[in-house]
């Protein structure tokens, strides 16, 4: 695991791009050996005008000017324990940021930022925090609801690294399942499925939300090609 920034350190990353009202993702890379390997910061415009940030990513200013015309930073959720990179240096730049992360990655996160809740603070009723079931409260999603439909943002259940930079990145992607010929569940998440069962009637649950229109991996890209049936094939994956 890469060390922790202690400052803002801006690495390469691709354009934000806005997936629906109020939601803005952007591809970032970590620096490894032979190339890069993918990860993705999702920010949501709440109801209160402000924003949530999911996987905290420093980036330059014209971007952070966009985010912040979107709406003031409010709350930084650190998705699980190994998604702390940049959660210090944002703290330190938005000091009245209140930090959300799943109880199982408060210990964790706490080594790095102060938490200051375990279950949804969001007060929106069209954007919820969720612990993701079967994962003992180490992982943790959004659920966003839009007019046109429902954007799911999750962290490390699943993977969707359809073009990794570089040699060793392309390997690691295969070698750790992180879904290079389609969406699934890298073997590096196993270690967090307490239970597959529960974590498949949450993937269920989630196929079945009206009009799912998107769902957003921390790393690699948006899976937007029938979402809802990508949910259930791998639920079905996790039940044999």
Request: contains cysteine; charged residues 20%.
């Amino acid at each position: 695991m890469p060390r922790i920034h202690e400052t803002w350190q801006v690495l390469p990353h691709d354009p934000l791009q806005e997936i629906d009202d109020g939601i803005l993702t952007v591809a970032g890379d970590i620096p490894m050996p032979l190339g890069n390997f993918p990860r993705r910061m999702t920010v949501v415009r709440l109801a209160s005008g402000k924003t949530a940030i999911f996987s905290a990513i420093a980036l330059p200013e014209p971007e952070m000017a966009r985010i912040e015309a979107m709406g003031e930073p409010t709350i930084l959720i650190v998705p699980n324990g190994g998604h702390r990179l940049d959660a210090k240096a944002w703290k330190q730049r938005y000091p009245l940021l209140r930090v959300l992360t799943p109880a199982g990655a408060r210990e964790d996160v706490s080594e790095v930022v102060p938490v200051d809740a375990t279950t949804d603070i969001l007060d929106d009723p069209d954007v919820r925090f969720v612990s993701v079931a079967g994962t003992g409260e180490r992982d943790s999603a959004l659920i966003i609801r839009r007019a046109t439909g429902h954007t799911i943002v999750c962290n490390d259940i699943i993977g969707h690294v359809r073009h990794p930079h570089g040699m060793g990145a392309h390997v690691m992607a295969r070698m750790m399942g992180f879904g290079v010929s389609e969406p699934r569940v890298p073997r590096t998440a196993r270690f967090q499925i307490k239970s597959p069962k529960e974590l498949a009637q949450q993937l269920r649950q989630w196929a079945a939300l009206p009009h799912l229109r998107c769902i957003i991996v921390s790393h690699g890209e948006p899976i937007t090609e029938d979402p809802a049936g990508t949910l259930q094939r791998i639920a079905g994956g996790l039940e044999h």
